[in-house]
């Protein structure tokens, strides 16, 4: 008898047996194993997506953000804006109010009227004039950038039409100033975004 032939049978036999034993053990390894290979590669991909979608949510996050602040950043330079307008139109009525009092008194002196102490009140009110109109000139500028409105026109209508000097002239300048005031208060509520209130007197 042929000896190899005999030992590759037998070694064939035991293969077999050794595969029948460890089949069942050897599939449920390699499900096991298949498995987690597929659920790795699913988590890979879930992964992947989270992090794509968590940048873009970020990137989002972050243009709201720095759009919001921009808006309040221009909003808050426009209230800071259209209160100081306001607050120097107001103080140059007040101006021209002392002015044209002074200026009457001037128009009416007899010679025992104190004209160099009138004079000096001009002259102190007149300054006052003066750097109320250049803050105000400085301050409209400043609303040509941040304004959305007209007012600035009609702040440098009432900035140029500065020629008043006599009692009269004064009291127009006055009434001038109020009505500005009306004009900057409704362009401040369009600009600002606040809502009119019914009844009130600048309408």
């Not at 010679?111 to 300054?127: D, E, G, M, S």
């Not at 609303?143 to 209508?157: R, S, T, Y």
Request: hydrophobic share 45%; with cysteine; net charge neutral.
């Amino acid at each position: 008898m042929n000896w190899t032939f005999a030992i590759s049978v037998a070694n064939l036999c035991l293969l077999a047996v050794g595969l029948g034993f460890w089949k069942p053990w050897l599939g449920a390894y390699g499900g096991e194993k298949g498995k987690n290979l597929a659920r790795k590669e699913d988590l890979d991909a879930i992964l992947t997506e989270v992090k794509a979608v968590t940048a873009a949510t970020k990137e989002i996050e972050s243009k709201l953000a720095g759009d919001l602040w921009n808006r309040q950043t221009i909003w808050n330079q426009r209230r800071d804006l259209y209160g100081t307008a306001i607050r120097l139109v107001h103080s140059l009525g007040g101006t021209y109010t002392r002015l044209q009092f002074v200026a009457a008194e001037l128009a009416v002196a007899t010679p025992n009227t104190n004209i160099a102490a009138l004079k000096a009140q001009v002259r102190v009110h007149l300054k006052t004039l003066n750097d109320s109109l250049d803050e105000l000139r400085q301050t409209n500028s400043l609303l040509e950038i941040f304004g959305e409105n007209n007012c600035p026109g009609q702040i440098w209508e009432y900035i140029l039409s500065d020629k008043a000097d006599d009692s009269e002239a004064f009291k127009q300048r006055c009434m001038a100033s109020f009505s500005l005031i009306a004009s900057l208060v409704k362009a401040a509520k369009n600009d600002l975004g606040i809502v009119e209130r019914e009844g009130r007197w600048y309408k």
